[in-house]
């Protein structure tokens, strides 16, 4: 369709390799950011209600010229409505926000192992599924504690787990349990927050060699290891940019160049983080 290769899923649907990311854009920026990026060639989106910017993302959806079946929307639970019945009532706030009939992508945010809801949660979101309203059901931020509870108490494991995923911290450990178990690993922060890693000396010489830039160097290093990337971006230029990573590819050195450094994360720990 657009040349982005695409995942299948456990459940039979399949999702684009890379997406737009949305955070923090507001709902205007978000609206202008998802049009341009719907044409230079994305199909998956993703958002959050606390991001508050799905009625953004939903008009850009709406007015980006694409079918709507071709597009792949994501977003995702507040921790503040953990909770079965909760969980139905702000996928409804959602989708009115979003203002579709129905979500390709539903994620719970965090799993606020504190609050212990995250369960109740995911047997809405089943539920949501065998409705119709929700085409696949996944988490965000969850270790393989987590997942592994859902499954042993529902039967269900997530399609998706979207996580803290860069060349500083590459959860090698998660990422092996995921493809055990027939997840697809998403990628937040794909680029490592900033200039950390987009400056390095080391993904600047990857770059030179393949004449891309090292946004581009980091985003192929995300689909060679069977990641899926979000890289939010409102700038058309690089939206393309970003989008444009299957051309080349990276051979095992630059493999090991690009994640050489020692592990650490950059945002909250999913085992004590609240997200509310």
Do not use: C
Request: hydrophobic share 35%; charged share 25%; net charge negative.
């Amino acid at each position: 369709m657009n040349g982005v290769p695409r995942y299948t899923l456990d459940d039979g649907t399949t999702i684009p390799a890379i997406g737009l990311g949305t955070w923090p854009l507001d709902d205007a920026q978000a609206e202008r950011a998802v049009r341009t990026a719907l044409e230079a060639g994305y199909r998956l989106v993703d958002t959050a209600a606390n991001y508050r910017n799905e009625t953004g993302v939903g008009r850009g959806v709406a007015g980006g010229g694409v079918p709507r079946e071709e597009v792949v929307v994501t977003t995702k639970l507040p921790g503040r409505h953990h909770g079965y019945e909760e969980t139905l009532a702000s996928f409804e706030e959602s989708r009115r926000r979003l203002g579709l009939e129905y979500v390709d992508l539903y994620l719970i945010h965090w799993p606020n192992p504190r609050v212990d809801k995250y369960v109740d949660a995911w047997r809405a979101m089943i539920r949501l599924r065998e409705d119709g309203l929700v085409r696949s059901i996944g988490v965000s931020d969850f270790t393989h504690e987590h997942l592994t509870r859902l499954e042993k108490e529902t039967g269900v494991l997530p399609s998706v787990n979207q996580i803290e995923l860069h060349r500083l911290f590459p959860q090698e450990e998660l990422r092996a349990f995921h493809a055990v178990r027939g997840i697809v690993t998403e990628s937040w922060s794909p680029l490592g927050r900033g200039s950390v890693s987009l400056d390095d000396p080391a993904v600047a010489e990857v770059a030179r060699a393949h004449g891309v830039t090292p946004a581009q160097v980091l985003l192929r290093w995300h689909v060679q290891l069977g990641a899926l990337p979000v890289p939010k971006s409102a700038d058309p230029g690089r939206q393309r940019a970003n989008l444009d990573v299957f051309g080349f590819g990276l051979d095992e050195d630059q493999m090991a160049a690009v994640a050489r450094r020692s592990p650490r994360r950059l945002g909250g720990d999913p085992d004590t983080h609240e997200e509310f």
